[in-house]
């Protein structure tokens, strides 16, 4: 019998446990962290693809300038500024 009141005890200590975890995840100052974290996730990710975005052009450009003449090539790459944002 020791060994059922030890199992009723780390039950009852488990459940204590999960009650905690659960008054948490409905604190709202939890509900604001988890979010930011969302916000800030989603935020990093677009950040990311621009950024992949922006690589691939570089290498374009880069690959470009190294396969055609001067002219050829600053003809094709001057772009006006405000279309840049």
Same mark, same amino acid.
């Given at each position: ?5 030890? $199992?009723?005890? &780390? /039950? ?10 659960? *008054?948490? $995840?409905?604190? =709202?100052e939890v ?7 969302a916000?800030?996730?989603?935020? $990093?990710?677009d950040?990311? *693809?621009?950024r *992949?975005e922006y690589? /691939?052009?570089?290498?374009?450009i880069?690959y $470009? =300038? =190294?396969?055609? !003449? !001067?002219?050829?090539? &600053?003809?094709? %790459?001057?772009?006006? *500024?405000? /279309? %840049?944002?």
């Amino acid at each position: 019998m020791k060994i059922l009141n030890k $199992l009723q005890q &780390r /039950v009852h200590r488990l459940e204590q446990a999960i009650g905690d975890f659960e *008054e948490m $995840l409905n604190n =709202e100052e939890v509900k604001k962290q988890l979010d930011a974290i969302a916000y800030i996730s989603q935020k $990093l990710k677009d950040l990311n *693809e621009k950024r *992949e975005e922006y690589i /691939v052009c570089i290498q374009a450009i880069t690959y $470009l =300038e =190294e396969h055609l !003449k !001067k002219d050829d090539f &600053r003809k094709i %790459i001057t772009i006006d *500024e405000d /279309v %840049i944002d």
